[in-house]
């Protein structure tokens, strides 16, 4: 039923749900939101910003990209763990 649907979603439709992200400790959430990291978040800026929202792995793609771009990221991913100890990232090479 589509109005059951509407009702779930509520007036505001589909809206950012990273305020949702936030509100949830690490320490009560089971589960872990993992990241693909490419080209348009493998800035120093998106990487924080995904780690405030509540990102726990940085997942890059070896199949795409290069070396020096993978390197780029696992250097940015270091330097936020290294500056905080409240969110730890993980990093995950998918290699297939």
Same mark, same amino acid.
């Given at each position: 039923? !589509?109005?059951?649907?509407?009702?779930? !979603?509520?007036?505001?439709?589909?809206?950012?749900?990273?305020?949702?992200?936030?509100? =949830? &400790?690490?320490?009560?959430?089971?589960?872990? !939101?993992?990241?693909?990291?490419?080209?348009?978040?493998?800035?120093? /800026?998106? =990487?924080?910003?995904?780690? /405030?929202?509540?990102?726990?792995?940085?997942?890059?793609?070896?199949?795409?990209?290069?070396?020096?771009?993978? &390197?780029?990221? =696992?250097?940015?991913?270091? /330097?936020?763990?290294? &500056?905080?100890?409240?969110?730890?990232?993980? !990093?995950?090479?998918?290699?297939?």
């Amino acid at each position: 039923d !589509i109005g059951k649907f509407d009702r779930l !979603i509520g007036s505001e439709g589909l809206a950012d749900t990273s305020a949702g992200l936030c509100s =949830i &400790q690490n320490a009560t959430r089971k589960t872990k !939101i993992v990241c693909t990291i490419g080209p348009s978040t493998n800035t120093r /800026e998106m =990487i924080w910003k995904m780690a /405030e929202a509540g990102m726990n792995v940085a997942r890059l793609n070896m199949s795409h990209g290069d070396h020096a771009s993978h &390197q780029k990221v =696992i250097d940015l991913v270091k /330097e936020y763990n290294s &500056q905080t100890k409240d969110n730890v990232i993980a !990093i995950m090479l998918d290699t297939k």
